[in-house]
């Protein structure tokens, strides 16, 4: 069973969830179960897909969040600078 999906939809989410602007922040959730729902037509309703589609979406959901609080960590620094 391979990682490297679960990585790619967490630098998603930590990407969108830095860069985006707060309305399109969540849109990465839209990859895995786009994936999901095109597995779920091929293999038909199987636990396997279900339970990898959702880890997925925690994960994702888990970068946005990352993402979110080092955009809003970064915001904090550049309003008050802090002097030698």
Do not use: C, H, Q
Not at 3 to 24: D, E, N, R
Not at 34 to 57: H, N, T
């Amino acid at each position: 069973m391979g990682i490297t999906a679960y990585v790619l939809f967490l630098l998603a989410g930590v990407g969108f969830g830095f860069a985006a602007p707060l309305k399109w922040r969540w849109l990465p959730l839209l990859f895995p179960l786009v994936l999901g729902i095109f597995a779920l037509m091929k293999y038909g309703l199987d636990a396997s897909v279900l339970i990898r589609l959702i880890v997925a979406l925690i994960i994702t959901a888990a970068g946005i969040l990352v993402g979110s609080v080092i955009d809003a960590r970064s915001g904090e620094g550049s309003e008050n600078p802090r002097y030698a």
